[in-house]
């Protein structure tokens, strides 16, 4: 087991209380007026044989066109002089069923089959998918009106094919949860302990996906009942039921002479599938939690510069960095709590730590590129005495490429899978330099070539998903030292590798920095790394720097009980592993 | 790329064979009715039958199938029961009503929710919310309502733009523009609201993942990593809402063009419907499907042009 998965973040350990769903549910107004609205319209439609004594069909000619306030008549009457109150209460009816009916068939049909598809084999699901992605590639509305010779209009056998057309959607959703529940360790367990595939199907898939049935269930009342309105506008069905939309349709062919008559089951209809919606949504932020905020993709962080150290020589220095991350209490969590580096041209420091020491979160702030919600709240940061944290974004975009270059942990995800590895690094090359493309061309086949790619053409025009994970970080390794930069920054540069390749990216490194004469700073928690490449070592765990040096001090004399507990378990480690066909930079150290 | 195309293709024509004949299916169990309402009251069930006998109706529900779809290959669509019109050309002519209708609402749909989405996921803020109002509006107003609402403010009202009405785009464009500009706004208000949040969620996605940080440290701008990088990437799901999107505007046009009087698609299909007229209806499916189908392999292309890995499967 590694050291990240011992050590827990101090800082992550406090989790607010947790509320239940019904709780966020009161507190939110949205969800309460929405669903007082959606009561008070239900029992509307139930209590409409009590409220109204009118038959919502009865034509009486003496009202024809009454207009609102009529005796008898509180919102007048149609042109059929029907009583527009009565419809419209009636309609409530109408509505509610047209709702439930769509929503119960889609439910069941989607959730039987997602179960279906989401817990059985590769071959069912397939099947399974395919045939909902069918019935989502047929416009429904179309289907409903052509199949009127079918349904006779009916409402709800509109609706059951309705809920059909809507199961897709439900589908999705649990088979969705379901593969990802059946992968959690928990099923596994159930599973070994004996329960049969029902058993656990009911116990902690259904309890699983209950909050996102509940939320798409809000929705698809809401679209049932749009469409059943619709359709009736549209004269599908009885016109002995009354509904909002035939309501909507004589309101509207009487519009220049009686205006206000489509208002009222306009009125009705909009309030209840807004409340529906908005109540879905409300529903969606107690489950699920309040959605992702969009954040300016490009903003620098706040910045407070203490003093820049311009008398230091070395090539980069920090100086009491500190940065902090926004919390959802409006106060502001440390993540670096005030970190100094140096670093010499040409030299390898080694910053070590376990994740959450906040070892990345300082290399990105050199680099200029933490997320757009951080914010270094004090420090400084100086490359050749120049200060970076004032630096505009232009100035620093300049720098970037140019002369600090990176790279990172995972090799894979830092190439945009849509660009040709070839593009992507010409790309790079072009923006630091004003290379005409085929000379960039040229420079990155040389380069791959470098790296010891042995098929650079070939590797050039391949898009990432075509290469190996050891070749992506060779490509990386290329695009990162394509403008000679005077310092690299590696982020834990072969974690994410097979042991096999580690040795050798590390010899890269090394080979290529001795070549460019760049400082590395080279971000990881692994000291087998760093005493093959740094001449000096910085340890880091809570956001600051613990115990610096050179490298031979603190292996052969480590100070600070945390840097003897790291070295302690990466030796413990090194035991386990000395099965594993290559470790020579771990071997270096015992 | 290209046996991709033809995969997506013959999975397009094997969803057409399937919903004509569930249709078709689906149909044959009101044959009886159809029949009925062709000969009104004057109906005996000797007519009825020599009648059923004559259309074929009272063959094996496979047969009739497989020579309607035989008919199909030999450009014979059928001719209506009621109206002795071929179905095909019946069935353009409408068509292409309609489709000018959804055409330009999906165009402008897909310029204003790509604007509008990167705009949100790149600067937050004021044009966030605002997106996001827009979205609540387009999800919580239904286009029905949108479109009396908007006829009554404009048209009946205002008396800037006509209520109803039709001016084919070859007899005088700034009259079609005019006609069909109410329908256009309803149908792209509707439309944005799903299209503009897949286009902000998954740009907000793409913007946090590490390939945008290394292309940011290696000094590329940030206009060319936002459009060039990130955009492309996002695209992929924002094309499967496109197509979603064309078959929800496809169906919700056929509500908005009877509320402003189009001689679209809508009134046609429901008048079939309503007289049972099955050649027609059967006509009206095969050309929907098609339409789904095309539109469907269209953004199929798109996406394994724009993303590589998409091509693979």
Known sequence: MSIEQLVVEPSQVTVAPRRSVFGKLLRDPQAVITMAILFIIVMLGIFTPWLTSIDPNEAQLSAYNAPPGTPGHILGADQSGRDIASRLLHSISTSVIAGLIGASVALVIGTVFGLIGGYFGTKIRAGTEWLFNLIMTFPGLLLLILLMPVTKGDYRATMLIFGVLLSPGIFRIVRNLVVGVKNELFVDAARVSGLSNLRILARHVLFVIRGPIIIATAFMIGSAIGIQSGLAFLGVGSNTVPSFGAMIAEGFGNLYVQPVQFVWPSLMLGLMTASLVLLGNSLRDAFEGVRPKASRATRRPVTVITESAAADDALLVVQDLAIGYPTPSGGVREVVTGVSLRLEAGKTLGLVGESGSGKTQTAFAVLGVLPPDARILRGSITLNGRELLDLPEAKMRQLRGREIAYIPQEPMSNLDPSYTVGAQLVEGIRASSKMTAKDAKARVLELLARVGITDPRRTFDSYPHQISGGMAQRVLIAGAVASRPTLLIADEPTTALDVTVQADILDLLRDLQQEMGMAVLIVTHNFGVVADLCDHIAVMTDGTVVEEGTALDIFRNPQHEYTQMLLGSILEDTVVRTDAPSRPTTEAVS | ?313
């Open chain 2, 1 to 313: 790329m290209i046996l991709y195309a033809l995969r997506r293709l013959v999975a397009g024509l094997v969803l057409a064979v399937l919903v004509t004949f569930i249709t078709f299916l689906l149909l044959s169990t009101s044959f009886e009715s159809v029949v009925r309402s062709i000969l009104g009251l004057a109906a005996t069930p000797e007519s009825i039958a020599s009648l059923t006998h004559s259309l074929g109706y009272d063959r094996p529900v496979l047969v009739q199938y497989f020579e309607w779809l035989g008919g199909l290959f030999t450009g014979d669509f059928g001719t209506s029961l009621f109206t002795s019109q071929p179905v095909a050309v019946a069935v353009t002519a409408r068509l292409t009503v309609t489709l000018s209708l959804v055409a330009t609402a999906l165009t402008i749909t897909v310029i204003i929710s790509v604007l509008l989405g990167v705009a949100a996921a790149t600067r937050g803020g004021a044009i966030d919310r605002i997106s996001q109002g827009i979205s609540l509006l387009g999800y919580i107003v239904p286009g029905l309502l949108l479109a009396i609402v908007l006829v009554v403010v404009f048209a009946v009202n205002l008396r800037i733009l006509p209520a109803t009405g039709f001016v084919p785009f070859a007899e005088n464009p700034a009259k079609w523009a005019a006609s069909i500009t109410i329908p256009v706004i309803v149908l792209v208000i509707g439309g944005i609201a799903s299209m503009t949040a897949q286009i902000r969620g998954s740009m907000i996605d793409e913007l946090r993942k590490d390939y945008v940080r290394t292309l940011r440290t290696r000094g590329i701008p940030t206009n060319a990593i936002v459009l060039r990088h990130a955009l492309r990437n996002a695209s992929g799901p924002a094309l499967t809402v496109l197509s979603l999107e064309f078959i929800s505007m496809f169906g919700g046009s056929l509500i908005i063009e009877n509320v402003f009087a189009l001689p679209g698609f809508g009134s046609y299909s429901f008048n079939a419907a309503l007289q049972g007229d099955i050649p027609v209806i059967m006509g009206i499916t095969v050309f929907s499907v098609m339409l789904v189908v095309t539109v469907n392999l269209a953004t199929d292309i798109a996406n394994g042009w724009l993303n590589p890995k998409a091509r693979m499967h």
